[in-house]
């Protein structure tokens, strides 16, 4: 596709650990390659560009000075707002990580948030929070949409950023911005293990004889029943498998503050 059927991309990366940029290129419907080289021009993203060092930083003004309003953000991570932001920095005129995202949303298209970090602040924000870490929804001053998850789905990155492009438009969300076709559905709900939950059947220590017969891990802390996601349904690693399937119980990754409210992870 030519440049201009591509809609111009600049990735973010705040305060985060880069899961979120590992799972979009782990997306397989369309592959990654497809993605950047038939749907998005991608302008700025620190883990997959070539550029480095002062070329990078001239890619990102001179992005935002060509496509002023028709590109997409995507923001990783989370915003440190503490000290004035001085807790992230980036770039050579040691920029905060506050000042950048206000910019450069000013003249996005749309602003997506990618993962929970940008969400909801993540295990940044988690107690005691020491650096003021916040949501880029409670940063910016326009609204946004929240793709959850640590990391989310590469399905629901790609899918977020495909239907911006088909149809001009962001999806329908939920009451915590999230996209409905993607959270509007519980884990709990479509958890192949939910037989056994509903037949009182639970995994009461790792590795149990009730373990290796795939029975319900809500007593080993599972919080499916409390989280919005589509894990069960879209699994992770080209559809391989996802936590409970793994064995381990959700963790509630997708939903605000998890790692205050849900934790500790292995008791109900
Ligand atoms: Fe990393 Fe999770 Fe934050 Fe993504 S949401 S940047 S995977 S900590
Ligand atoms: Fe629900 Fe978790 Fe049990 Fe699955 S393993 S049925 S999500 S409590
Ligand atoms: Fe996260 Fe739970 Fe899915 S921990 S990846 S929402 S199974």
């Not at 650990?17 to 700025?44: K, N, W």
């Not at 950023?161 to 999806?171: C, D, E, H, N």
């Given at each position: 596709a030519e440049l201009s059927d591509r809609?111009?991309?600049?990735?973010?990366?705040?305060?985060?650990?880069?899961?979120?940029?590992?799972?979009?290129?782990?997306?397989?419907?369309?592959?990654?390659?497809?993605?950047?080289?038939?749907?998005?021009?991608?302008?700025?993203?620190?883990?997959?560009?070539?550029a480095a060092g002062q070329q990078a930083e001239e890619n990102l003004e001179n992005a935002m000075k060509a496509y002023k309003g028709k590109y997409l953000l995507a923001a990783e991570g989370a915003v440190p707002t503490a000290n004035n932001g001085i807790y992230l920095t980036l770039g050579s005129k040691a920029e905060t990580g506050m000042s950048l995202i206000k910019r450069v949303a000013n003249d996005a298209a749309a602003v997506i948030c990618v993962g929970t970090c940008s969400s909801f602040g993540g295990v940044q924000a988690a107690r005691p929070n020491p650096t003021g870490a916040k949501s880029v929804g409670a940063v910016i001053d326009r609204p946004v949409i929240n793709v959850a998850g640590c990391p989310p789905n590469p399905a629901n990155i790609t899918g977020?950023?495909?239907?911006?492009?088909?149809?001009?438009?962001?999806?329908?969300?939920d009451m915590f911005n999230r996209p409905k076709w993607?959270?509007?559905?519980?884990?709990?709900?479509?958890?192949?293990?939910?037989?056994?939950?509903?037949?009182?059947?639970?995994?009461?220590?790792?590795?149990?004889?009730?373990?290796?017969?795939?029975?319900?891990?809500?007593?080993?802390?599972?919080?499916?029943?409390?989280?919005?996601?589509?894990?069960?349904?879209?699994?992770?690693?080209?559809?391989?498998s996802w936590p409970v399937l793994a064995g381990h119980g959700c963790i509630g990754c997708s939903e605000p503050d998890f790692w205050d409210e849900m934790a500790y992870f292995e008791k109900p």
């Open positions: 809609v111009p991309l600049i990735w973010l990366s705040l305060a985060e650990c880069t899961g979120c940029s590992e799972s979009l290129t782990r997306t397989t419907t369309p592959d990654i390659s497809t993605l950047l080289f038939e749907h998005v021009s991608l302008e700025y993203q620190e883990v997959l560009m070539a977020t950023l495909m239907y911006y492009i088909m149809f001009g438009r962001l999806p329908a969300l993607a959270y509007g559905a519980r884990v709990h709900d479509n958890c192949e293990r939910r037989g056994h939950f509903d037949a009182g059947e639970f995994v009461t220590e790792f590795g149990d004889d009730n373990a290796k017969q795939g029975y319900c891990l809500f007593k080993m802390g599972c919080k499916g029943p409390y989280t919005y996601n589509n894990c069960p349904t879209e699994r992770f690693n080209a559809h391989t």
